[in-house]
C-alpha cells in the first residue's frame, strides 16, 4: 500500500491498482489528490525515471475498485482502444435496494448527461445528445432484514430509515420492498456517464449509500455499495491476456447472525 492507494501489479508499460472511494481518477481542481497524481508519486518515490501515467477508463469518484493505467502514451493508446472496443472485460458488483423478478437480465436505456449537475438520467431515443446505455446483471444473493446481525447499528440505521421512507411514500421507500437489497454482479456492455447508478436507479434498484440517485438511503458504503471487482485485458507489449481482481473493502461484507458472510 503506498498511501491511499494499493498497487496489484506493475511493469513498464502498466500499473493495475485499487482506487479508493473518494478519490478522484483525474482532477482539475488545484491542490486536490488525485489516481495520476498519487500514482505519479510513487514511481517517482521509487526513483523511477518514467512517472508519466495515462487514463485509459475511469471510476466515478466515490466507487472503490480495480482500475489499469498506462506508462507511456503507446501503451495508452492500445489499452484505451480494448476499452473503447469492449474487449477490455470489467466486472463489478453493486448492493441495490430491493429485489429482481428475474435472476438475471439486460437493461437498455438512453442517457443523457447533464455537465451542470454531474448527473445522467434515462431519456427517449431520439433525445438530442442521448446515448445507449446497456448493462447485463447476475444477481448472487437476496439479503432480508431479519439476515442482518441484530447488534449492526448501521443496518438499525438503515430500517429506521426505510421505515420512515415507507411512511411518507417517498421513491426510496417504495423500491425498497420491506428492505430487502440484492447483492448483484453487473457487466458493462456500454461505457456511460454513471450508467450503472442510473440504470439501475431507474430500473427501481438505486445502489445502497448513492447519495445522487439515491436519496435518503442509508450512508457507509464505500462510500457507496459499488465496487469494480475484476478487470481482464491483454498486455499491449507481450501479448499475453491478464486477469485481476479485488474484494470489496467496505461494507458489502458483513458479519451475519454470528459467521462472517460476503453479502
Same mark, same amino acid.
Given at each position: 500500500?503506498?498511501? $491511499?492507494?494499493?498497487?496489484?501489479?506493475?511493469?513498464?508499460?502498466?500499473?493495475?491498482?485499487?482506487?479508493?472511494?473518494?478519490?478522484?481518477?483525474?482532477?482539475?481542481?488545484?491542490?486536490?489528490?488525485?489516481?495520476?497524481?498519487?500514482?505519479?508519486?510513487?514511481?517517482?518515490? @521509487?526513483?523511477?525515471? $518514467?512517472?508519466?501515467?495515462?487514463?485509459?477508463?475511469?471510476?466515478?469518484?466515490?466507487?472503490?475498485?480495480?482500475?489499469? =493505467?498506462?506508462? $507511456? @502514451?503507446?501503451?495508452?493508446?492500445?489499452?484505451? &482502444? #480494448?476499452?473503447?472496443?469492449?474487449?477490455?472485460? +470489467?466486472?463489478?458488483?453493486?448492493?441495490?435496494?430491493?429485489?429482481?423478478?428475474?435472476?438475471?437480465?439486460?437493461?437498455?436505456? %438512453?442517457?443523457? /448527461?447533464?455537465?451542470?449537475?454531474?448527473?445522467?438520467?434515462?431519456?427517449?431515443?431520439?433525445? *438530442?445528445?442521448?446515448?445507449? !446505455?446497456?448493462?447485463?446483471?447476475?444477481?448472487?444473493?437476496?439479503?432480508?432484514?431479519?439476515?442482518?446481525?441484530?447488534?449492526?447499528?448501521?443496518? /438499525?440505521?438503515?430500517?429506521?430509515?426505510?421505515? +420512515?421512507?415507507?411512511?411518507?411514500?417517498?421513491?426510496?421507500?417504495? /423500491?425498497?420492498?420491506?428492505?430487502? &437489497?440484492?447483492?448483484? &454482479?453487473?457487466?458493462?456492455?456500454?461505457? &456511460?456517464?454513471? #450508467?450503472?447508478?442510473?440504470?439501475?436507479? %431507474?430500473?427501481?434498484?438505486?445502489?445502497?449509500?448513492?447519495?445522487?440517485? $439515491? *436519496?435518503?438511503?442509508? #450512508?457507509?458504503?464505500?462510500?457507496?455499495?459499488?465496487?469494480?471487482?475484476?478487470? !481482464?485485458?491483454?498486455?499491449?507489449?507481450?501479448?499475453?491476456?491478464?486477469? =485481476?481482481?479485488?474484494? *470489496? /473493502?467496505? @461494507?458489502?461484507?458483513?458479519?451475519?447472525?454470528?459467521?462472517?458472510?460476503?453479502?
Amino acid at each position: 500500500m503506498y498511501k $491511499n492507494v494499493e498497487i496489484i501489479y506493475e511493469d513498464k508499460e502498466v500499473v493495475v491498482c485499487r482506487k479508493m472511494p473518494g478519490f478522484p481518477v483525474h482532477t482539475p481542481r488545484l491542490g486536490q489528490q488525485d489516481m495520476v497524481s498519487l500514482l505519479r508519486n510513487y514511481f517517482a518515490t @521509487k526513483g523511477e525515471e $518514467n512517472t508519466q501515467i495515462f487514463v485509459v477508463h475511469r471510476l466515478d469518484q466515490p466507487v472503490e475498485g480495480i482500475m489499469v =493505467f498506462a506508462r $507511456n @502514451k503507446q501503451t495508452a493508446a492500445n489499452l484505451s &482502444r #480494448q476499452s473503447r472496443e469492449r474487449s477490455m472485460d +470489467k466486472c463489478y458488483l453493486a448492493l441495490v435496494e430491493g429485489t429482481f423478478a428475474e435472476e438475471s437480465g439486460v437493461l437498455e436505456d %438512453y442517457l443523457w /448527461q447533464d455537465k451542470e449537475t454531474n448527473t445522467s438520467s434515462v431519456v427517449e431515443q431520439g433525445t *438530442p445528445g442521448a446515448k445507449y !446505455a446497456m448493462l447485463r446483471y447476475q444477481v448472487e444473493k437476496v439479503i432480508k432484514p431479519e439476515e442482518v446481525n441484530s447488534r449492526d447499528e448501521t443496518i /438499525q440505521v438503515a430500517s429506521k430509515i426505510d421505515n +420512515k421512507s415507507q411512511e411518507t411514500g417517498s421513491l426510496a421507500g417504495s /423500491q425498497r420492498q420491506g428492505g430487502e &437489497r440484492s447483492l448483484v &454482479r453487473v457487466w458493462l456492455e456500454t461505457g &456511460r456517464h454513471h #450508467q450503472i447508478r442510473v440504470q439501475m436507479a %431507474y430500473a427501481g434498484h438505486p445502489i445502497v449509500g448513492d447519495r445522487k440517485y $439515491n *436519496p435518503g438511503s442509508v #450512508q457507509g458504503f464505500m462510500p457507496v455499495g459499488l465496487c469494480a471487482v475484476k478487470i !481482464a485485458f491483454v498486455h499491449p507489449v507481450t501479448g499475453r491476456r491478464m486477469e =485481476f481482481s479485488v474484494e *470489496p /473493502q467496505g @461494507k458489502l461484507f458483513r458479519v451475519m447472525d454470528g459467521h462472517a458472510e460476503r453479502i
